[in-house]
C-alpha cells in the first residue's frame, strides 16, 4: 500500500467538536476501505495567506494514510462534496514521518516562549547608530 499526508481545511465558524468529526469522517472513509491513518494532527486556527470562500482562517487538520491509491480517489471526492471544507491536499509520501510533523514542533517552540537571547541589540560593530534626519535633503529648501 502506498502512503500518503492528506492536509484539510475547514471553514473558521466551525467549532473544534465538528473539526474532529470532519477527521473522524475521513479516518472512517480509509478504513472503511482496508486503508489505515496512522496519524491524525489538529494544528488549529490559522490565519490564511489570502481569503478563501470569505474565510480569513481556517482550521487545519493532517491525516497520515496508508492505503491503495483507490482510496484516496473515495476521500478526495468526499471532501471535495463537504461544504465545511474549503481546501485539502494529498501528497504521496516515501515515508510517514514519526512523531510530530514540522507544523506541531513550530507551535511546541512558540508555546514555550524559547526564542533564544537576541542580546543588546545596539552598538554592535558596523552600526550605523540611531537613525538621523536626512540633512542633505531639506539642505536645498
Known amino acids: 500500500m502506498a502512503l500518503y499526508e492528506h492536509v484539510f481545511l475547514a471553514r473558521q465558524d466551525l467549532a473544534q467538536a465538528q473539526v474532529d468529526a470532519l477527521a473522524e469522517t475521513a479516518t472512517k472513509i480509509v478504513e472503511d476501505m482496508d486503508g489505515k491513518v496512522t496519524k491524525v494532527e489538529t494544528w488549529g486556527l490559522r490565519s490564511l495567506a489570502y481569503k478563501i470562500a470569505k ?5 487545519y487538520v493532517m491525516l497520515n494514510i496508508d492505503a491503495p491509491a483507490g482510496v484516496v480517489a473515495e476521500l478526495e471526492r468526499q471532501t471535495q462534496i463537504n461544504e465545511d471544507i474549503i481546501r485539502y491536499m494529498t501528497v504521496k509520501v516515501d515515508e510517514l514521518e514519526t512523531g510530530p510533523s514540522v507544523m506541531m514542533r513550530k507551535q511546541e517552540r512558540s508555546d514555550r516562549g524559547d526564542r533564544g537571547s537576541r542580546g543588546d541589540r545596539g552598538g554592535r560593530d558596523g552600526d550605523r547608530g540611531p537613525r538621523r ?6 539642505a536645498g529648501e
Open 55 to 59: 474565510n480569513r482562517k481556517a482550521h
Open 133 to 138: 534626519e536626512r540633512e542633505d535633503a531639506n
